[in-house]
């Protein structure tokens, strides 16, 4: 089959593209040129570099931050282990069956949990800690945020570990090499590439969390995607609601850059 025959396969994948994430791009960026009575300006963009929306930002890239690296502590290991162990299908399974239920039942499910009658302060009870406030906190924000996307970072993690070749690990320690510096200078490098797309699968979607940060922390964190919701939703002000919009896709793309480029650097 000739180039040009396969090209016309690629037909579908443009057309998607197109109307599903180039226009709706471009709407947001047309939206984004106009203030809360339709005139246009460019307010909107002045308006995002002042203190309050450079403070949500910051907080966005914080608890963006928080999330992919508490994730990263526990899929490593969970990854680690579920390479090593019996029925690793069944337990990959099982990791990924939680991402099949409905995001919004498995946050009303952490209210439950979290809240002042829920199980958690049940147990604190038991202990004589007394009655703690969890719910719309930091803590409890970061803690379902990182129960939400610890699939997504187990995942890459465990495909790079299993192409991992176990000859180089009996290599390092007939040379002598401790378990801590077989897994400093041998494993993780090998499996550095898992580690970013897992990374990259988390950082990403943590940036613009709005569901999340309504229901869980309340008022308690702020960040770009409850300003978002705020805007189109209550202000009604879609010119600045699609401004934030904007610096949140550059964002995210300029990141897509930089973790694609490094790894292209590391392929090299």
């Known amino acids: 089959m000739t180039n040009k025959g396969r090209s016309y396969y690629l037909i579908p994948y443009y057309l998607w593209i197109a109307l599903f994430v180039i226009a709706p791009v471009l709407l947001i960026l047309y939206y984004s040129l106009f203030d809360l009575d339709g005139h246009f300006t460019l307010g909107n963009y002045v308006n995002f570099f002042t203190p309050v929306y450079l403070k949500m930002t910051l907080t966005s890239f914080w608890y963006a931050f928080l999330i992919t690296a508490f994730s990263l502590l526990v899929a490593y290991p969970a990854a680690y282990l579920l390479t090593r162990t019996k029925h690793k299908q069944l337990w990959l399974l099982l990791i990924i069956l939680p991402t099949w239920i409905n995001l919004l039942l498995k946050t ?35 803690f379902v945020s990182v129960y939400i996307f610890i699939p997504f970072m187990i995942l890459p993690i465990f ?82 609601g699609s401004t934030v919009a904007v610096f949140l896709i550059a964002i995210m793309a300029l990141f897509m850059m930089l973790t694609g480029g490094s790894r292209k650097g590391v392929q090299k």
């Not at 940036?207 to 770009?224: E, H, K, Q």
């Open 159 to 240: 495909s790079a570990l299993e192409e991992l070749n176990l000859s180089l690990l009996d290599a390092a320690r007939d040379l002598g090499a401790s378990g801590w510096t077989t897994f400093r200078r041998v494993v993780f490098p090998l499996t550095i590439s898992g580690v970013r797309s897992g990374c990259m699968a988390v950082f990403i979607p943590a940036l613009s969390l709005f569901m999340i940060t309504r229901l869980i922390a309340g008022n308690r964190v702020i960040t770009l995607g409850t300003a978002i919701e705020q805007h189109f939703l209550v202000t009604q002000d879609w010119g600045m």
């Open 108 to 142: 009303y499910a952490f209210i439950g949990i979290f809240g002042t009658f829920g199980p958690v302060n049940n147990l604190f009870d038991v202990f004589g800690i007394g009655e703690q406030q969890i719910l719309f906190t930091g803590f409890s924000f970061v």
